[in-house]
């Protein structure tokens, strides 16, 4: 099915640990981003990526990777996780503009870090 | 000061009322305006975007753009359970190539 597919849905994990979340579009689109959800702050784009092998920093990019070796896929990592990085993680893509839709978002994953 | 700010609500109407939802953001260069809706535990989803002032209409779903006031708003009319959600205000700007949210307003109506 075509779309943006995030997973785990769900994640629990320790601090200090590493943690990867898992992007995955079907749209070709080249633009991608990693958005992180909290109450009170709305949604805080973390980093993007413009094209494969292309990434940038958002408002909150520190303690977290990316890389984009696919157009299609977009993993985030944690190489540490801190209970501060306890949020709801939304992933999303773009082609910029070329119809109506700018950005079309995953469902999330919800990541608790104990 | 923050680019976008958004009344945080959360907002608790009967059905059938008409909501108005606001933003205001502070930076000239953007161009895009969207709002998104965003149910409980999924993505959010476009509603409605625009890049002029002025008023467009989708059904029951109006958005207002004052570029000069710098401030958008939505309106929803003849409110429905299922309206129910998070809603979102946007900006894009081409410069930026990424969008800039609002902090969310918690919609519910209630039967």
């Known amino acids: 099915d075509a779309g943006i597919t995030q997973s785990p849905r769900y994640k629990i994990t320790e601090t200090g640990r590493q943690v990867t979340l898992m992007c995955h579009q079907t749209?070709?689109?080249?633009?991608m981003f990693w958005y992180r959800q909290d109450l009170g702050h709305g949604l805080r784009l973390i980093y993007y990526?413009?094209?494969?092998?292309?990434?940038d920093k958002g408002e909150v990019p520190d303690g977290y990777v990316v890389s984009r070796s696919k157009t299609e896929n977009f993993p985030l990592t944690l190489e540490s996780a801190t209970r501060s990085q306890t949020s709801v993680y939304f992933c999303?893509?773009?082609?910029?503009?070329?119809?109506?839709?700018?950005?079309?978002f995953g469902d999330g994953t919800r990541l608790s870090i104990l | 000061q923050k680019e976008v700010e958004q009344d945080p609500g959360p907002l608790s109407v009967p059905e059938g009322a008409i909501v108005s939802l606001n933003c205001t953001y502070s930076n000239s260069a953007f161009q895009y305006f969207m709002w998104y809706r965003q149910y409980s535990r999924k993505g959010p989803e476009l509603l409605m975007y625009?890049?002029?002032?002025g008023n467009k209409e989708d059904g029951r779903f109006t958005a207002q753009v004052d570029k000069s006031s710098k401030y958008i708003s939505l309106f929803i009319r003849d409110s429905q359970p299922s309206d129910s959600a998070t809603y979102l205000c946007a900006w894009w700007g081409t410069s930026y190539g990424k969008l800039t949210f609002g902090q969310g307003t918690i919609l519910t109506v209630h039967p």
């Open positions: 749209w070709s689109h080249s633009y």
């Open positions: 625009t890049y002029s002032s």
């Open positions: 999303a893509s773009s082609d910029l503009g070329q119809d109506e839709q700018p950005q079309h």
């Open positions: 990526s413009a094209a494969a092998d292309i990434t």
